[in-house]
């Protein structure tokens, strides 16, 4: 299984700069913010899978266009699973027919382009050749949760956008074979009262966090803003802990 970054940015701007989406082999989307928009038509055709950690815009922006891109071309719905707030949130407030086509219901409620599945922390969804990814519980200002993908080769785990939070830290924990650790960190220390109003993590808490986990695995950064990228690096460089936390990027490819 690979995993590779199509976008990791809190914000957009220039070639390098786009919001989260991660993906699975060839079939599935962690998040689909604009680095989805990278892919050309004929891998957009292939998404057959949308796991989405919570309803904000910038990590379900390209859902909409990506629908309406492929439906036609397609045999099969695409799935859209996250947790039952989350989908009430996208069918109420983005595929509602004023902002975007209830694409659930065309051409027909029979075989339509779109399809959404309930899914809870702590529930999986299979997803063949050995493939699997289950809910985690995550803490931000909407309902969130993260995801661990996994395959034989080991576990790779996205926090999506999150606070401080014990039973994620919890979940971790419980992950034996986890090999790569996907955590944001949107704000620098600066900005810790921000960081906590808006459920987000800035280095200390980041460095609080990593303390607890108990693996060894890889931690790399993302959701920094383009802005404050820098000084929120040097910062997390700065806590010295026993992880070294790298700033993921664009194109880099995770295998599993
Ligand atoms: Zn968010
Ligand atoms: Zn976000």
Redesign the pocket.
């Known amino acids: 299984m690979k995993v590779r970054v199509l976008g990791c940015s809190g914000g957009i701007g220039g070639r390098n700069q786009r919001t989260t989406a991660l993906l699975v082999d060839h079939d599935v989307l962690i998040d689909a913010g604009t680095g989805v928009g990278d892919l050309e038509f004929e891998e957009l055709l292939q998404i057959d899978h949308v796991f989405v950690t919570?309803a904000?815009l910038?990590?379900i922006a390209m859902i909409p266009l990506l629908v309406d891109t492929v439906g036609e071309a397609r045999s099969m719905p695409i799935v859209v699973h996250g947790s039952p707030e989350t989908l009430r949130i996208l069918r109420s407030h983005i595929f509602n027919w004023l902002v975007w086509p209830d694409f659930s219901s065309i051409p027909d409620r029979g075989n339509p382009f779109l399809r959404f599945q309930e899914m809870r922390v702590g529930e999986s969804a299979k997803l063949g050749g050995g493939r699997q990814v289950t809910a985690l519980p995550a803490l931000?200002?909407?309902p969130?949760v993260g995801y661990q993908v996994s395959s034989e080769g080991g576990s790779l785990v996205f926090s999506?956008?999150t606070a401080y939070s014990e039973p994620l830290i919890a979940a971790i924990n419980e992950i034996p074979d986890l090999r790569y650790l996907i955590i944001e960190t949107a704000f620098p220390d600066a900005l810790h009262d921000l960081a906590l109003a808006?459920r987000?993590l800035c280095p200390s808490l980041l460095a609080l966090f990593l303390e607890r986990i108990k693996a060894h695995p890889e931690v790399w950064i993302t959701h920094l803003k383009p802005s404050r990228a820098q000084t929120t690096l040097d910062e997390i460089a700065s806590y010295c802990g026993r992880f070294s936390p790298r700033a993921l990027y664009n194109g880099l490819e995770f295998s599993l």
């Open positions: 919570h904000h910038d990590h931000h200002t909407v969130a999506g956008d808006s987000h």
